[in-house]
C-alpha cells in the first residue's frame, strides 16, 4: 500500500497489520518516507490510539529495526529502570550505580529531553568528557568490569525509536499513550534485560496528568513487557512539582552526586529507594521491600554506590574527578533571580511551565536541530507547602543567551500560586498503584 493509504486507515481509525507497521516503519528508517508523512501518522495515532495486538505489532516492529543485545553472556540478573518524564527527574543517574552497587547488572538504555521534560544522556553528557554512544562490544564489556551502563541508541540499535523520538518532540505528539509505550518497550525489550520497573509519572509536570491516565499507561507497558516474556512492574510516582531543586542537565547531574554523597534532596531519594527496591525484589536480590531498603542505605553510607559512579564515568571516557569537583561542570555566566510578588503559602507548581523555561534556555530542545546548553538550568527555592514572604526569591535562574532570558522568565512568573492557607504536600510514591 502507498504511505498515505496506511495514514488514511489510521486517521479512520482502522487497525494496521504488523506487514502494514513494518512497511511504514521500515520504510521511514531507510529514509523513503518523508518526516511529513511520519508526522501525519503519529498524529493520527494520537488521535485515535492503537488497538493491544496493533501497539504489540508495533513495538516489536520498531524493536527489531536494528540490531539487538543478547546479554546472556554477563552474569548476574539484568533489570532496568524506566522513567516517563518529568521535570528535574535525575534519578536514573542515582539509581543506577547504587543498583549495580546493590549487585543487579544495570544496562540502561535512555533517552533525551523529549518536551518539557529532560533527558537522561543530555545529563550525564554534561560531566566533562562523558560519551553515551556505546557499541554493543563496549556495553558488554563495561556491564561485565563495573555492572552498569548508561547509553542511547545508534543508528544500529532500534533506529526505529531514535528517529520517531526526535519527530515527536516537534510535532506535538509526545502525550501519546501507544507512542510512549512502543518507544519505551522497544529500546528496553532490545537490550536483553531479564526484568523492568517502570516509574510512571502523573501530575500536570508529567505526560500523564492525572492519576487514571498513569494507571492506564502503566499497565499499557506492562501487558507489552509479560507478553514479550519479561519480567516487568510499575511505580506511580507524583509530577505536580519538581523533583529535587535544580533543573538543567549539569545542575541535574551535580545534584544526584550530591545524593549519593548522602546529602541530596529527600524527595529525589524516595523516589530512588522505592524504584530501586522493587528492583531488588523483582531480582530476588531482597526478599521484601524493608530488606531491600536497608541494602540501599548501605551501599549510600559506605560510598559504594558514590565509587560505583565514578566507576561508570571513567568507563565512558569522563573525568571522575568531577565528583569531587562541582566547578568541573560546565557552569553559566549569568544569574538572574525571579521573587515571589506576596505573601504566601506555595499552593500549585506550573511544573511544565517550569520545564518549558528550563527548555527555552537551552536544557532542553525546540525542535530537532536544537544543540543544549549542559550550564542553563534552573534552581527552585520553594516547594509547595513553604511558607514564601513577598520579595523572597523563588527561582535562581542559570543562563548563557539574553536573547531568551525574557521568554523564560515569563513562565517562571506565573509558575507558582501562591495561598494564605497552607497545604499539604502531595504524596510522591503511590502506594495505592494497581499496575505493579
Known amino acids: 500500500m ?15 497489520s504488523g506487514d502494514q507497521l513494518y512497511q511504514l516503519i521500515d520504510g521511514y528508517v531507510a529514509g523513503k518516507i518523508p518526516d511529513y508523512q511520519m508526522a501525519a501518522f503519529l498524529m493520527a495515532v494520537y488521535f485515535r490510539g492503537m488497538e493491544a495486538r496493533e501497539l504489540s505489532g508495533l513495538t516489536r516492529v520498531m524493536m527489531y529495526s536494528g540490531e ?12 532496568d529502570k524506566h522513567s516517563t518524564g518529568g521535570v528535574g527527574d535525575k534519578v536514573s543517574l542515582v539509581l543506577a550505580p547504587l543498583a549495580a552497587a546493590c549487585g543487579l547488572i544495570v544496562p540502561m538504555v535512555s533517552g533525551r529531553s523529549l518536551g518539557h521534560t529532560g533527558g537522561t544522556l543530555d545529563k550525564l553528557e554534561s560531566l566533562p568528557g562523558v560519551s553515551t554512544q556505546l557499541t554493543r562490544t563496549q556495553l558488554l564489556r563495561q556491564l561485565r568490569k563495573i555492572g552498569v551502563a548508561i547509553g542511547g541508541q545508534t543508528r544500529r540499535f532500534v533506529p526505529a525509536d531514535q528517529k520517531l523520538y526526535a519527530l515527536r518532540d516537534v510535532t506535538g505528539t509526545v502525550e501519546s499513550i501507544p507512542l510512549i509505550a512502543a518507544s519505551i518497550m522497544s529500546k528496553k525489550l532490545a537490550v536483553g534485560c531479564d526484568g523492568l520497573v517502570l516509574d510512571v509519572k502523573t501530575g500536570n509536570g508529567a505526560f500523564m496528568q492525572t492519576r487514571a491516565e498513569a494507571i492506564e499507561l502503566a499497565k499499557t507497558l506492562v501487558a507489552i513487557g509479560l507478553e514479550m516474556g519479561r519480567q516487568v512492574s510499575a511505580v506511580i510516582t507524583d509530577m505536580s512539582q519538581p523533583l529535587g531543586f535544580e ?55 559506605s560510598g559504594e554506590a558514590l565509587e560505583r559512579f565514578r566507576a561508570l564515568i571513567e568507563a565512558q571516557g569522563g573525568n571522575p574527578r568531577c565528583v569531587d569537583n562541582a566547578r568541573l561542570l560546565p557552569q553559566a555566566r549569568k544569574k538572574t533571580v525571579v521573587h515571589a510578588p506576596r505573601a504566601g ?11 518549558l523555561a528550563a527548555t527555552i534556555l537551552g536544557a ?13 538550568g534552573i534552581r527552585v527555592l520553594a516547594k509547595i507547602g513553604d511558607r514564601i ?48
Open 2 to 16: 502507498r504511505t498515505v493509504d496506511l495514514i488514511r486507515q489510521k486517521r479512520d481509525g482502522l487497525r494496521l
Open 68 to 79: 539487538t543485545y543478547d546479554l546472556s553472556a554477563v552474569p548476574g540478573l539484568k533489570i
Open 247 to 301: 533543573i538543567g542537565n549539569a545542575r541535574e547531574a551535580a545534584e544526584a552526586i550530591d545524593c549519593l554523597k548522602g546529602r541530596g534532596p529527600e524527595d529525589v531519594m524516595e523516589v530512588t529507594r522505592a524504584v530501586t527496591a522493587r528492583m531488588l525484589t523483582m531480582a530476588r536480590l531482597a526478599a521484601t521491600e524493608g530488606e531491600a531498603l536497608g541494602l540501599i542505605r548501605g551501599k549510600l553510607e
Open 345 to 355: 503559602y506555595v499552593g500549585r507548581f506550573d511544573t511544565r511551565g517550569v520545564g
Open 364 to 376: 532542553g530542545r525546540s525542535i530537532m536541530t536544537d544543540e543544549i546548553d549542559p550550564a542553563a
Open 389 to 436: 514572604e513577598e520579595k523572597q526569591p523563588l527561582f535562581e535562574v542559570y543562563h548563557n543567551r539574553e536573547d531568551r532570558l525574557e521568554e523564560a522568565l515569563s513562565h517562571l512568573r506565573v509558575a507558582v500560586t501562591l495561598g494564605d492557607a497552607r497545604i499539604r504536600p502531595p504524596r510522591l510514591v503511590d502506594r495505592r498503584n494497581p499496575a505493579a
